[in-house]
């Protein structure tokens, strides 16, 4: 199957009002094993490469970028490509020719007026080149510039200035503060629920969920029905696959073939998008 734009998962979301996973790539390993749960669960999902990610792969977007493709269309879903925590003006610009639809475009840390100024920079660039963009309003917790705390004062999201961040920047979304973290192991993070609901009836554009690994399954349930559109995973995976990692090779000290400890590893990762897509609606 071809690679659908993102904003057509979104907009299918926003329409059945329910929300559409996006799952971070790192390796081969991870856009197979979330390609597998998506065609299982006939769910279409988003697949994301981080500019993290790319940093790993030496900076080179091009060679994680068409092997996720590779296998996004392999998959029998529709499943988009997504860039994501962009801040580098270099991998923007790489963007739309490497394959991706959309992109997140992180100027969340940065001051107010600074973070519009830049945003809406970006938003009209990419724009320009055909991209769906998400941007971020509002501290997610979890990030080394970000406050130590999703709950401290004055880190949620506030629906309006978030209003006049949209009618200033243009963005397409809006990844929100409301209580999760990113790079959280544990399932421990407590979503402040009216608050996504204040935000879903003061914004036009659709809501996003950044360090969803941290929300357990009935509140991540309850933030697509109250209004978050895309729920963005990561650590899960990486806790799935370094543990299954860590226990095949703890068996067998002799063990030196990468595919038969990554095997197990991707099938773990493979369970974990799949009880993702199972819970949300």
């Given at each position: 199957m071809t690679l659908v734009p993102t904003a057509d998962l979104v907009a299918a979301a926003v329409a059945r009002g329910g929300a559409v996973a996006a799952v971070n790539v790192i390796t081969l390993e991870h856009?197979?094993?979330?390609?597998?749960?998506?065609?299982?669960?006939?769910?279409?999902?988003?697949l994301q490469i981080s500019e993290n990610a790319v940093r790993y792969h030496g900076n080179q977007l091009l060679p994680i970028a068409a092997a996720t493709a590779a296998a996004g269309r392999l998959a029998a879903v529709p499943v988009a490509l997504h860039l994501d925590h962009v801040t580098d003006d270099d991998l923007l610009a790489q963007a739309a020719d490497a394959g991706f639809s959309s992109l997140m475009y992180d100027a969340g840390a940065l001051p107010y007026r600074e973070n519009v100024a830049?945003?809406?920079?970006?938003?009209?660039?990419?724009?320009?080149?055909?991209?769906?963009?998400?941007?971020?309003?509002?501290?997610?917790?979890?990030?080394?510039?970000?406050?130590?705390?999703?709950?401290?004062?004055?880190?949620?999201?506030?629906?309006d200035e978030a209003a006049d961040y949209i009618r200033r920047t243009g963005v397409d979304g809006l990844a929100v503060?409301?209580?999760?973290?990113?790079?959280?192991?544990?399932?421990?993070?407590?979503?402040?629920?009216e608050l996504i609901g204040r935000l879903r009836d003061r914004l036009p554009t659709p809501l996003v969920l950044h360090g969803s690994s941290g929300v357990p399954d009935d509140q991540l349930r309850a933030a697509a029905r109250a209004g978050i559109r895309k729920v963005n995973v990561g650590t899960a995976l990486n806790a799935a696959m370094t543990g299954s990692v860590r226990l095949t090779l703890g068996g067998d000290e002799k063990l030196v073939d990468p595919r038969k400890y990554l095997t197990p590893a991707r099938e773990a990762m493979c369970d974990t998008v799949d009880r993702l897509l199972a819970v949300l609606p």
């Open positions: 856009a197979e094993a979330i390609c597998a749960a998506a065609t299982v669960r006939g769910t279409p999902v988003i830049r945003t809406e920079r970006v938003a009209r660039l990419a724009h320009a080149a055909g991209l769906w963009v998400e941007a971020e309003l509002g501290y997610v917790g979890g990030k080394p510039d970000a406050p130590a705390s999703a709950h401290l004062a004055g880190v949620r999201t506030d629906p503060a409301v209580g999760s973290s990113h790079a959280m192991t544990g399932r421990t993070a407590i979503l402040d629920l």
